[in-house]
């Protein structure tokens, strides 16, 4: 049976670090004077109160998890961190609706990037920076944040680590799980410090380089001005932002290997990696090649502004520096594949992700060779490993869920009014957590804001399931796993 009582005490414990992200906030808007203050200062209140009552309902509970509890504990932690963590937008009053601030709110935890709003520029200072911090505290997992500051907390961390992580195989760099989370957390945070430190120095202010480096190691995408990073028309900006994104989607494993034991011939022994660059390469020189003899870009504009999107796209971050929907539409295409595939597990990107196409790739190989020699014995093998049965069964799984999943919400969506192209686009966006689609509108005369609200909890739903890569938040729908067995 599921151990409420832990997971109570998990949720509170937890529900105390987000009312201290929310501190962050009110000193944000005590800086800047602006009229959020009294909102973030209800919304800490609040959350510190329901902190306490989640940790009596937890009291005395014993720090041990079962795999049933773990499932349960993740999805229902990114469930209530979304609902305390949208109380700001509704205080404050720049959303009213609940169901747009819940969506606002997911969105920004599962650094999905889609936002109700169409004018973020006359937002206040400390509503932006908690966008901002929704998804750089997303960006890595919201349990696994725990594991690396309270370990003794969740003392079933691995069955927490594979209920939250992403990809089909989970590593670990260090016996002691927290020992890697911690590891994995001073990375991320050196990114994003190093990311925020060069936006400094080519010319953004302060505020401006703290939340785009947030969004940029997050690969979150939520963007403090209208235009995204097209807004400061800066060559030098989009090339640190490649650089900054293209790192966030490489595991974070690999990273601490090759950078912090001075292996760097590890990236490129690594076929997940291999793959990722390529991938990146070939849809930059395919995007660069359109732009340049199609749409009369400088040769150097047309690299830039292909690579920008491609890394963006394929990392899930979804920012932009051009307008991509005045592009050919051979390019959508492009992006549309890339943004399928995403980047590396164990990074801070979504989508489908390289390993899971390294693996999908091999095992058709070893199917079409089955077929000449219906007796040999074909492993797919993954770094020199060989990949387990279960793993490609769950595998095309996965892989058959995602696009069900995909196709069932677009099929929703075109029965709402929105067009079908648009309507496909979306619902791969949620699925892969990137976010905004390829048009400027969504559909032909509608924003996320004004969607319907039962398909924005759909694309909530879907965002989270995105997140968890899907098992983890079905599973819980599932007869057999509330038997008692």
């Known amino acids: 049976m599921v151990n409420f009582r832990i997971i109570s005490k998990i949720i509170g414990s937890l529900l105390f670090i987000e009312a201290f992200f929310m501190a962050w906030c009110v000193a944000m ?13 209800v919304s800490m209140l609040v959350t510190f109160g329901s902190a306490f009552l989640f940790l009596l309902g937890g009291y005395k509970a014993e720090n041990s998890l079962s795999r049933h509890d773990a499932f349960v504990v993740v999805t229902a932690v990114w469930v209530v961190f979304s609902a305390y963590g949208m109380i700001p937008f509704l205080v404050h009053g720049c959303i009213t609706n609940p169901t747009d601030a819940y969506f606002e709110t997911m ?9 109700i709003f169409d004018d973020v520029e006359v937002l206040p200072h400390g509503i932006l920076f908690w966008r901002s911090l929704m998804q750089w505290i997303g960006g890595l997992g919201i349990v696994f944040f725990t594991i690396a500051i309270l370990p003794s907390l969740v003392g079933g961390s691995v069955k927490v680590f594979a209920a939250e992580a992403t990809g089909p195989i989970k590593a670990k760099m260090h016996p002691r799980l927290s020992t890697t989370a911690k590891w994995i957390w001073s990375i991320y945070l050196l990114l994003t410090i ?3 430190i060069a936006f400094w120095l080519v010319g953004m202010n302060w505020f401006d380089a703290i939340n785009y480096s947030m969004t940029t190691t997050a690969t979150g995408g939520f ?29 974070f494993t690999l990273l601490y290997t090759s950078i912090f034991k001075i292996r760097f011939a590890s990236l490129f022994r690594n076929s997940e990696f291999k793959f990722y660059i390529s991938v990146v390469l070939l849809a930059t020189a395919c995007i660069t090649a359109v732009l340049f ?10 690299l830039r502004s292909g690579l920008f999107q491609v890394v963006s796209f394929m990392t899930t971050t979804g920012i932009f520096s051009d307008d991509v929907a005045k592009w050919p539409h051979i390019t959508w295409i492009i992006l549309g594949g890339v943004m399928f595939i995403g980047a590396c597990a ?7 992700k390289c390993i899971r196409a390294v693996m999908t790739l091999k095992a058709l190989r070893n199917n079409f060779r089955q077929i000449l020699h ?7 093998k993954i770094n020199g490993q060989s990949v387990s049965q279960s793993r490609i069964v769950a ?3 996965f892989l058959t869920l995602f696009i069900l999943m995909m196709l069932a919400t677009a099929a929703i969506m075109i029965l709402s009014g929105v067009d079908m192209v648009n309507s496909i686009v979306i619902a791969l966006s949620c699925v892969s957590n990137i976010g905004p689609s390829l048009s400027t509108d969504i559909g032909a005369n509608i924003t996320w804001s004004g969607m319907p609200d039962l398909v924005k909890w759909i694309l909530s739903l879907l965002m989270l399931m995105g997140r968890l890569e899907i098992m983890t938040v079905l599973v819980l729908f599932t007869r057999s796993f509330w038997k008692e067995n």
């Open 223 to 251: 963007s403090i001005h209208n235009d995204s990073l097209a807004f400061f028309r800066d060559a030098t900006i989009d090339y640190i932002a490649i650089l900054f994104q293209f790192l966030a989607g490489i595991n």
């Open 395 to 397: 595998l095309f799984s």
């Open 107 to 115: 969105s920004g935890f599962t650094t999905t990037g889609a936002s």
């Open 29 to 41: 808007s005590a800086y800047f004077h602006e009229d959020d203050i009294l909102a973030f200062m």
């Open 346 to 352: 164990g990074s801070t990107s979504g989508g489908f």
């Open 374 to 380: 219906p007796n040999a014995v074909l492993p797919v």
């Open 194 to 196: 190093g990311c925020g």
């Open 293 to 302: 003899t199609q749409s009369g870009y400088g040769l150097e504009h047309a």
